[in-house]
């Protein structure tokens, strides 16, 4: 009975992560706003410690691959008393349409939000037309 | 029969790891109250105390920090001012107002208070009250 007992308690109190996944936290995917205009299509992400050198942005076969080095360290000569967050680096993939000119891709940082600026190709920019009487 | 709903049927491990799931999807916007999406670590030794609270996008000038005793209040709001004449593909994040309070490990000194921010993280410095310190007391001899 007394097994069977530990055993279960065992299972219960199994870490969900990997040890070496504790030391190393799991890359957060960060909340993001995505917007189009005529030009461009405007990506805003909530990336909290990223600076800007911190941030790297790959294109590869139409997808997106977007990663964020968190900066943030202890405060020197403290201990930590309460912990709310872990701080980890930040990842997230996106499938781009064609008509994003993969060439002029943007990003800027301020104040812990990343900014993606992806135009649209020449060819995917809506035209006016004028209509002339003939 | 009702009971079974609220039967093991899902030990713990297996709903920390759905909520975590869950979490990773909605990445920070696992958000119910605002004041949830804005995490805090507190630090400390035994002269100050620090704390650190996640704040992106959150404009600096709309951040207000104040301090009773050992209570700590800190507040800000975030509001998105985007073009108007946008199509909205994905929103996840938008505007929001929060307010934390926490009780300090110790009374600290208001005037001996730093805050900066820097890549949308907050970082409060607070001194420890000078008569609150722990003091060594010599045991003498008799």
Redesign the interface.
Known sequence: MNTSLMQSER????P?RAPEAQERP?P??????????DAS??M?A??????QDGVEITVDRGTLTLRAHN??S??Q?????????VPADFE?QFTLSDSIDTERIFAS?K???LRVELPKARQAVPRKITVTRG | MFYDVFGPSW???EM??AL?DLG??????RRGPADAMT???????EE???V?V???????DSMSISIVGDTLTVGGKRI?R??Q??????????AYEFSRT?QL?FRVDPEGTEAR?K???L?I?LRRVESDKPRKIAVKAA
Do not use: C
């Open positions: 299972t219960q109190s199994e969900t799991r957060i995917v960060p909340a993001v706003d995505i917007y189009e205009t299509v405007v805003l909530d990336v909290p410690g990223v600076a900066g943030q202890a405060p000569g403290f201990q930590p008393v309460y912990q709310e967050y997230r940082t104040d812990g939000v | 030990s713990t491990s920390e790891r975590d990773r999807w909605y990445g920070r916007s995490p805090l670590n507190v630090w400390a030794n100050a105390v620090a650190t996640e704040v992106p996008g959150i404009d600096p998105t985007e073009a004449k946008v199509t909205w593909l994905r929103q996840e994040r938008g926490i490990p921010i890549d949308g993280v970082t410095a």
